[in-house]
Nanobody
Framework: QVQLVESGGGLVQAGESLRLSCAAS????????MAWYRQAPGKQRELVAS???????NYIESVKGRFFISRDNAGNTVYLQMNSLKPEDTAVYYC?????????????WGQGTQVTVSS
């Protein structure tokens, strides 16, 4: 079983930056794509950015040019560098990992980390 532990959330002012980290632990699995989702109060969870094992990244339109997703060389830690933050970026951010082993493919989630951007 994979455990995902996020860190790096907090309270910042508009225009500032934050860096989120998510470390995967466990054994007997391969991590494929990793991603960051967010959920604001009263809204559905949305995919913010994703990155494949090979490093190919995708972003939602509203964060392009401001957020950058990356992975460490081992592929077990994913980061989200968030620049020029806006109040509308306020949400709980969740790490997601698609993992696989001989039994199948699975989705794992972190516990979430709060990001609050004040105007």
């Amino acid at each position: 079983q994979v455990q995902l532990v996020e860190s790096g959330g907090g309270l910042v002012q508009a225009g500032e930056s934050l860096r989120l980290s998510c470390a995967a632990s466990g054994s007997g699995f391969r991590i494929n794509a990793m991603a960051w989702y967010r959920q604001a109060p009263g809204k559905q969870r949305e995919l913010v950015a994703s990155i494949t094992r090979g490093g190919f990244a995708n972003y939602i339109e509203s964060v392009k040019g401001r957020f950058f997703i990356s992975r460490d060389n081992a592929g077990n830690t994913v980061y989200l560098q968030m620049n020029s933050l806006k109040p509308e970026d306020t949400a709980v951010y969740y790490c997601n990992a698609e993992t696989s082993n001989w039994q199948g493919t699975y989705d794992s989630w972190g516990q979430g980390t709060q990001v609050t951007v004040s105007s």
